[in-house]
């Protein structure tokens, strides 16, 4: 058990530093890395502290980002483990990119993350179709008011 760990933690560590690497040449500034931040939920009214560690802070055309790297499994970004690091790393960070290196692949993923209000639903009414639909009440409701009109 202890040496699949250690083997896991050097594929792990192995990962980051291609990272790195691969990152730096394709245009990102690697600003920091194993970033913590400190954040905090409330629970029950009282502020509940908790620290999350990014893999990196990288800069690319004046954008900051957090890059997350990953291995196996877990590199893919819709695993349900990734997928929340990314959310919680979004928020923590006050991001809205966030990347997804997949070491072993030597893939990168962009991640954009929507606002809260940008991730609600569609509602089933455009914009469009209500100033149309008002438009058209207010065309039904002239031309009655002339036939009324018209009839005294």
């Known amino acids: 058990m202890r040496r699949q760990l250690v083997r896991r933690w050097r594929h792990a560590r192995r990962g980051e530093v291609q990272a ?10 690697i600003v920091d890395e194993q970033v913590s931040q400190l954040s905090y939920l409330i629970v029950n009214g009282e502020e509940s502290p ?3 560690r990014a893999d990196y802070l990288v800069e690319r055309e004046g954008v900051r980002a957090i890059v997350e790297v990953k291995t196996g499994a877990v ?3 819709s695993s349900r483990g990734t997928r929340r690091q990314i959310l919680e790393y979004a928020q923590v960070y006050g991001v809205s990119d966030v ?3 997949d070491a072993d692949s030597q893939r ?3 991640i954009g993350v929507p606002t809260a209000a940008e991730s609600l639903p569609a509602t ?3 914009d469009a179709s209500v100033a149309v639909a008002f438009a058209a009440g207010i065309g ?4 009655a008011y002339w036939l009324v009109s018209k009839t005294w």
């Open 108 to 110: 990168l993923h962009h």
């Open 75 to 77: 590199a893919d970004p």
């Open 99 to 101: 990347y997804l290196f």
């Open 140 to 143: 039904v409701s002239a031309l």
């Open 50 to 52: 908790f620290t999350v």
């Open 20 to 29: 790195r690497g691969w990152l730096e040449r394709n245009g990102f500034t």
């Open 124 to 126: 089933r009414w455009s």
